[in-house]
């Protein structure tokens, strides 16, 4: 599989080497803590936590900043559209714990109607700041998790539901392999493409409908192609007599206690943030 298109990383430090079941767990109390705080110093403290984490684990931060440029580009939109209005007189002042400095600003008319919305412009910015925290966290578990350890730990952690005879397992295969094939599928449809281009088509020329009309070339043999590992990898199943008794793990479930300390403790940090700001 090419790596270009997946996102784990291997390397050696703690967060790599820790349990993918403590880092769902992490992430899921960190994502938590983000969304319930209402103040900006402990939207600031999780960043800290979070960009602590980035380092920690020696993550390629130009790659990750590459990634996330689509997004920032959307929340600048979005905080564009609520910082400013068209109609300032029925705007209010900024005012609550995510105004912050803003706290008390009027709004300010800067041509008719038209003008800067101190309330909105703090409360887009903070929505934006926690969004762009979600963003690094799950990053940080995606490069330093593989896919095998994430579905054992999906598997492990939803394992409780199997009292409900809800197929657990069959969810956390149908899990593997959407993670599996979305980078089959980004390497295939460049291989397509290369192909096509050398057969004389053009993506890049001509106007928008020709453009969208030459992808035709590109998407049809895509799905086939999709179609027929689909059949492969259920022969391939079947031949393994999938499904015919419990499913087994070469993952070990034991924990160290570094770990689990570790934890604990950002379980601890985050209450008390969530708690007390």
């Known amino acids: 599989m090419n790596s270009a298109f997946s996102l784990y990383t291997s390397g050696s430090s703690f967060i790599h080497v820790c349990d993918a079941r403590i880092k769902l767990i992490a992430l899921l109390v960190v994502s938590l803590a983000v969304l319930l705080v209402k103040s900006w110093i402990g939207v600031c403290l999780v960043a800290v936590i979070v960009f602590g984490a980035v380092l920690l684990a020696k993550l390629p931060l130009l790659r990750l900043f590459k990634l996330s440029i689509p997004l920032v580009i959307l929340l600048i939109f979005i905080w564009v559209c609520n910082a400013f209005t068209f109609s300032v007189d029925a705007s209010s002042a900024a005012q609550g714990l995510s105004a912050g400095f803003m706290a008390g600003w009027e709004p300010m008319s800067l ?76 390497l295939e449809s460049l291989q397509i493409r290369k192909a096509q281009t050398s057969r004389g088509a053009r993506f890049e020329s001509g106007g928008l409908w020709s453009r969208v009309v030459s992808w035709r070339t590109v998407f049809i043999p895509l799905i086939v192609s999709m179609f027929r590992c689909a059949a492969v990898l259920g022969q391939a199943m079947e031949a393994r007599c999938y499904g015919a008794g419990k499913r087994t793990s070469l993952n070990s479930e034991a924990v160290s206690r570094a770990q689990l300390f570790c934890s604990a403790l950002l379980l601890c940090v985050c209450i008390v943030l969530v708690v007390f700001l």
């Open 111 to 186: 041509w008719g109607n038209f003008g800067f919305n101190p309330q909105g412009c703090m409360t887009s910015l903070m929505y934006a700041v926690r969004i762009l925290i979600l963003f690094f966290a799950s990053y940080v578990v995606s490069f330093t998790t593989a896919a095998e350890e994430l579905t054992f730990a999906f598997s492990f952690l939803l394992s409780f539901l199997r009292r409900f005879r809800i197929p657990v397992d069959d969810i956390a295969t149908m899990f593997s392999l959407a993670i599996r094939f979305i980078p089959m599928l980004a």
